[in-house]
């Protein structure tokens, strides 16, 4: 069987993992989930990258929006307004379980992978989903409002700041967590999901020990782009790159990932500069499961070529 490793981050990255899942020829699949998004939100650990791929691939993610649960219900946010506490960032009355369970685990001295691999096994989950790092690391953010850490820039503020610059504390003292660096030394491909690269994925290759098994790995390494038309089909990357005075394009992203890939999937109608790494085609989209299955094994056959 085919092992695969993937580095991601939430909601796009979880649509091309469930694609790898549910393709006709079964893969053993290893997701490498950033954490630098995960903070600290009345009191509780939030982990909202992971728990994003928890839902998706046991099949409780809500369906419209990608991250929560469906059939999701708000009594306790409810309540919290009306005590006027903060409810910025929206915690579910199903969600809200898994935050305090987290939290009261690693309160008691587990480790967030450990957790992690618990609550994929409760859910039969079959891909190993591993958390980057069982460091803290935070993704913050130098804004025209000053600095914001990740969540509040991306949720509290809807992305509305220029961004001038990004810093992941704490991560030149951390470690990789348990079986990150084997599962891509032992992968015979691994995939950079179409997360966005300067948030999602950039903060997992900066942990000392992953950049350096993705360049010494033997396998093919392909990354998904995370855009359409010129535009990310969700979240910030599209007007981020342009604050950071980046082209807007795929040769961008290409670029950024040049030392560490092989071979670079692109939407069918957007074009890309022919370099050292090989182009796929296909139809990035991934609005159904046929899509999701479609995208993963067009990465999979480029990784072939």
């Not at 139809?283 to 299955?293: G, H, N, S, W, Y």
Request: with cysteine.
């Amino acid at each position: 069987m085919k092992r695969v490793a993937v580095l991601t981050g939430g909601v796009g990255g979880a649509k091309l993992v469930l694609g790898l899942q549910h393709m006709a020829q079964p893969v053993e699949i290893s997701a490498i989930v950033n954490t630098a998004d995960d903070f600290r939100h009345l009191g509780l650990h939030v982990s909202p990258d992971i728990d994003t791929l928890l839902y998706t691939l046991s099949g409780k993610a809500n369906r419209a929006q990608g991250w929560g649960r469906e059939g999701e219900s708000w009594a306790f946010l409810a309540a919290l307004r009306e005590l006027g506490g903060e409810d910025w960032f929206a915690l579910g009355d199903s969600d809200l379980a898994l935050h305090v369970l987290r939290s009261a685990r690693l309160g008691s001295g587990e480790a967030l992978s450990t957790i992690t691999g618990d609550f994929a096994a409760k859910w039969r989950i079959t891909a190993k989903v591993l958390p980057m790092t069982d460091d803290r690391v935070a993704t913050w953010l130098d804004t025209d409002v000053g600095p914001l850490e990740f969540q509040r820039y991306f949720v509290e503020q809807r992305c509305a700041p220029k961004v001038s610059r990004i810093e992941f504390r704490g991560a030149d003292s951390a470690r990789a967590a348990p079986g990150v660096v084997e599962a891509i030394l032992g992968a015979d491909v691994v995939l950079i999901a179409p997360s966005n690269p300067y948030l999602s994925v950039d903060p997992i290759l900066v942990v000392p020990g992953i950049g350096k098994a993705l360049r010494a790995s033997a396998a093919r390494v392909i990354a998904v782009s995370p855009l359409v038309g010129g535009k990310a089909v969700k979240g910030p990357t599209a007007k981020l790159m342009g604050e950071l005075g980046i082209a807007v394009d795929n040769d961008a992203i290409a670029a950024h990932y040049a030392r560490l890939i092989d071979g670079l999937l692109v939407d069918n109608g957007d074009p890309v500069t022919p370099g050292k790494i090989a182009i796929g085609r296909t139809d990035t989209l991934m609005t159904t499961i046929e899509d999701r299955v479609r995208v993963a094994e067009a990465a999979l056959a480029l990784a072939s070529e």
